[in-house]
């Protein structure tokens, strides 16, 4: 199972990024797919999610309205567009995906990207 993030990169205040997630090693299409991110010092949270077949998202009120998760099922992927960055949303971003039938649960991380928004 892999999850490889790429996209981060230092942007200046105001600034879009996008960031990536391709998937390899499980049946991608029946996993619900999330983007958390962890800033220095602070806990990991959510940033935005992303049902299996893509039907529905949920976002971080802190990100509404500025970011936007989405997935091509087809290649496996799913990607984080951000725009209007602000410092505060410097972090390392992972992606995750996660697939819950009780009792079976399973849960993929990548190792993070980081977003570093300066100027």
């Known amino acids: 199972v892999q999850l490889v993030e790429s996209g981060g990169g230092l942007v200046q205040p105001g600034g879009s990024l996008r960031l990536s997630c391709a998937a390899s090693?499980?049946?991608?299409?029946?996993?619900?797919m999330s983007w958390y991110r962890q800033a220095p010092g602070k806990e990991r949270e959510l940033v935005a999610n992303?049902?299996?077949?893509?039907?529905?998202?949920n976002y971080a009120d802190s990100v509404k309205g500025r970011f936007t998760i989405s997935r091509d099922n087809t290649k496996n992927t799913v990607s984080l567009q951000m725009n209007s960055l602000k410092p505060e949303d410097t972090a390392m971003y992972y992606c995750?995906?996660?697939?819950?039938?009780?009792?079976?649960?399973?849960?993929?991380w990548g190792q993070g990207t980081q977003v570093t928004v300066s100027s």
């Open positions: 995750n995906a996660r697939y819950q039938l009780l009792p079976l649960k399973y849960v993929y």
């Open positions: 090693g499980f049946t991608f299409s029946n996993y619900d």
């Open positions: 992303i049902t299996s077949a893509g039907g529905s998202t």
